[in-house]
């Protein structure tokens, strides 16, 4: 493999969670990787999509980019934005939802009794702010975005 410095690269999909292709072309920027010759694997980069830095070993590539992969790159970032606001305010909104049922669940159970039906209505209130949860965490992480903490 040649040197990859200030080359764009496409990462692996499992990298990204399957996001799609245009999701995931990286700017290599430095590290032992990019060099060819090198022993070492870290490479350091940014994604182009969403402008964040990222560390990746030489062999989570999957190749060089393309002129073609470049090009549907740039059509596909005229559709779809990783910062469009309204996108931050709809993931605000169901962290309340989900905060708002969790609270309203522990209010239940602070009550000394509770009827079968409150319990029923209960279950099912966190069955779906578990689900919704779990729905915003796929959804962010098809698209590339990464626990920072891991």
Same mark, same amino acid.
Do not use: W
């Given at each position: 493999?040649?040197?990859?410095?200030?080359?764009?690269?496409?990462?692996?999909?499992?990298?990204?969670?399957?996001?799609?292709?245009?999701?995931?072309?990286?700017? +290599?920027?430095?590290?032992?990787? +990019?060099?060819?010759?090198?022993?070492?694997?870290?490479?350091?980069?940014?994604?182009?999509?969403?402008?964040?830095?990222? +560390?990746?070993?030489?062999?989570?590539?999957?190749?060089?980019?393309?002129?073609?992969? $470049?090009?549907?790159? @740039?059509?596909?970032? @005229?559709?779809?934005?990783?910062?469009?606001?309204?996108?931050?305010?709809?993931?605000?909104?169901?962290?309340?939802?989900?905060?708002?049922?969790?609270?309203?669940?522990?209010?239940?159970?602070?009550?000394?009794?509770?009827?079968?039906?409150?319990?029923?209505?209960?279950?099912?209130?966190?069955?779906?702010?578990?689900?919704?949860?779990?729905?915003? $965490?796929?959804?962010?992480?098809?698209?590339?975005?990464?626990?920072?903490?891991?």
């Amino acid at each position: 493999m040649e040197n990859l410095k200030g080359k764009k690269v496409l990462a692996k999909a499992d990298i990204f969670d399957n996001a799609p292709e245009e999701e995931r072309i990286i700017l +290599c920027t430095g590290g032992f990787g +990019c060099d060819a010759d090198s022993i070492g694997r870290k490479i350091f980069g940014k994604t182009i999509f969403s402008n964040k830095d990222i +560390c990746i070993t030489r062999s989570n590539i999957e190749r060089v980019a393309t002129e073609e992969d $470049i090009h549907n790159q @740039k059509e596909y970032m @005229k559709i779809h934005k990783p910062t469009d606001p309204l996108r931050f305010e709809e993931i605000e909104r169901r962290f309340r939802v989900v905060e708002e049922t969790q609270l309203n669940i522990l209010e239940t159970l602070k009550k000394k009794r509770i009827s079968d039906d409150e319990k029923f209505t209960m279950r099912q209130n966190l069955l779906f702010a578990m689900d919704r949860t779990r729905f915003l $965490i796929n959804d962010l992480l098809s698209r590339g975005f990464k626990n920072e903490n891991e």
